[in-house]
């Protein structure tokens, strides 16, 4: 029969035995006692897997899922934590976006969320960040009222904004004799893009807005009132195009703008469709992003990687679904895996984080990241089926005045 020391001395013996595997398991890392209380860091990503701009979501998904295995080291966890990517589909469809976003706070308890690829669909999710209290990165959406107007103290930003874009296209086109008229898309992308031009513009004449239909493909009458209000105009005459998604916007050259003396402009944009830009060379603009021109190992290693797996390069929006992936692991390194959204906040206001367009910051004031943006000018190269952006000059964050257009 036993006695109680020898039952006190065998229970003992068992604790300290199954505090000694504990411990042996956590510092081998295999899931012992002292892992346990580790829990996957889950993001959604909404995007626009079908719709019309189904196209920049794909790439936005691929650039994502690419940039979270590079800033992890292929790991794909941060301080021992899982990184869980749940996809939401929201169709390019505001309503559709709302619904999924809500879901993927309450019900799938995601920690923050990252999307949409629409401007549209962007402004309907800002409120539903602000209501359940968690961050939502906005890329690739680019209208100013995302981080303007519309915008909460939740929303942060990768992708660049309409005033970024404006200010760089700017750069390229705002010169004394020039006179401009620009068409552009009838929603938030497109009414914020030329509201922003117009904002950087300062030497050049505007004399006419044209705006159509997202779903247009018949630009003649379009075309016709801008030819109408630049025809008689006197030196450098311009149409600057901001469009997104389907319809061919440059098909308003068929209608022989040279015989009046009238140039086209625009931005960049993926590869296909810049396939357009080859009838234009010397075409100035400026870029976001074209893969052939930063110079930084976060980019090599992405146009290497997207070689290697799809036979392509990388294009526009890919780069920027790997920023924000870049963005979201460097501020949960800083956190140490902590997902509470005011330490992330803290965390994120002010961030610099290295991506395949260079260093990016977060701007305090309304989470704006402030990027690099690239002048170009086409030129036609028999390798590429696109007009090729070669590089004029790198316009820095600092030399951008970019607006602060919250009301913070």
């Not at 981080?147 to 760089?168: E, V």
Request: no cysteine; proline share 6%; glycine share 10%.
């Amino acid at each position: 029969m036993r006695t109680k020391t020898s039952r006190r001395t065998l229970l003992a013996t068992t604790a300290a035995a199954a505090a000694a595997a504990a411990a042996t398991l956590g510092a081998i890392g295999l899931p012992g006692l002292a892992l346990a209380q580790g829990k996957d860091i889950r993001i959604a990503h909404v995007y626009s897997k079908t719709g019309p701009l189904e196209a920049y979501g794909k790439q936005t998904q691929t650039g994502f899922m690419m940039g979270l295995d590079y800033a992890t080291g292929g790991t794909m966890t941060v301080a021992g934590k899982k990184i869980v990517v749940i996809e939401k589909d929201d169709q390019g469809k505001p309503d559709v976006g709302k619904s999924l976003l809500a879901a993927a706070y309450g019900d799938d308890k995601v920690d923050l969320a990252v999307g949409p690829t629409s401007s549209g669909v962007a402004l309907a999710l800002l409120p539903v960040a602000e209501e359940y209290k968690k961050i939502l990165l906005v890329e690739p959406a680019v209208a100013d009222s995302i981080t303007g107007d519309k915008w909460n103290k939740y929303i942060f930003r990768t992708g660049r904004n309409s005033s970024q874009d404006a200010i760089a296209n700017a750069v390229a086109l705002d010169k004394p004799g020039v006179t401009i008229a620009t068409l552009a898309q009838d929603y938030a992308f497109g009414r914020d893009g030329v509201k922003a031009f117009k904002d950087a513009v300062k030497k050049a004449k505007i004399v006419h807005e044209e705006y159509l239909p997202t779903t247009t493909t018949d630009f003649t009458a379009g075309a016709q009132r801008l030819i109408d209000k630049l025809k008689d105009q006197p030196g450098r005459k311009v149409i600057f195009i901001i469009w997104a998604g389907a319809g061919n916007p440059f098909k308003i050259a068929d209608l022989d703008l040279k015989r009046y003396g009238i140039e086209i402009a625009t931005g960049g944009n993926i590869l296909p469709a810049m396939a357009n830009y080859k009838a234009f060379p010397g075409m100035e603009g400026a870029t976001y992003y074209y893969f052939g021109i930063p110079k930084n190992p976060a980019n090599e290693w992405l146009v290497a990687n997207h070689y290697k797996q799809f036979k392509s390069p990388p294009d526009f929006f890919t780069a920027g679904g790997m920023t924000a992936a870049i963005a979201v692991v460097e501020a949960l390194k800083k956190t140490g895996g902590e997902t509470s959204t005011n330490k992330l906040i803290k965390t994120m206001e002010g961030m610099s984080f290295e991506t395949p367009k260079g260093r990016m910051t977060f701007r305090p004031e309304d989470h704006q990241a402030m990027q690099s943006m690239y002048h170009f000018k086409i030129k036609v190269d028999p390798a590429f089926p696109w007009g090729v952006p070669e590089l004029v000059r790198e316009i820095k964050p600092e030399e951008m005045q970019v607006p602060v257009r919250n009301k913070r």
